[in-house]
């Protein structure tokens, strides 16, 4: 049974940090890509990060850019979202998917988490 859980997440003052783990079972994980994505109150879901298995590969939305860094290890099954810098805006829902290759389409992510809560305020 394919099963992604997230944990790290709450609450933090803006230029706080944290991070997210997301811990995979029931598959292997080095052979897919993770993405991390987020929903805020009344908005729709975007895409945060992502991060291959064939090459390592990154991907960051502009908005998280030199804040944000996404890593993996394979033999643990995990992948983490470090989360620097935070800002009110950055607010939300925090979900892990999995995919083939890290796809703009978060149509293609047939697994996903059920999310952490990230709030930043003072």
């Known amino acids: 049974q394919v099963q992604l859980v997230e944990s790290g997440g709450g609450l933090v003052q803006p230029g706080g940090s944290l991070r997210l783990s997301c811990a995979a079972s029931?598959?292997?994980?080095?052979?897919?890509?993770i993405g991390w994505f987020r929903q805020a109150p009344g908005k729709e879901r975007e895409g945060v990060s992502c991060?291959?298995?064939?090459?390592?590969?990154?991907y960051y939305a502009e908005s998280v850019k030199g804040r944000f860094t996404i890593s993996r290890d394979n033999a643990k099954n995990m992948v983490w979202l470090q989360m620097n810098n935070l800002k009110p805006e950055d607010t939300a829902v925090y979900y892990c998917a999995v995919d083939s290759y890290c796809s703009v389409d978060e149509g293609t992510y047939a697994y996903w988490g059920q999310g952490t809560q990230v709030t930043v305020s003072s």
């Open positions: 991060i291959r298995s064939s090459d390592g590969s990154t």
């Open positions: 029931g598959f292997t994980l080095d052979n897919y890509a």
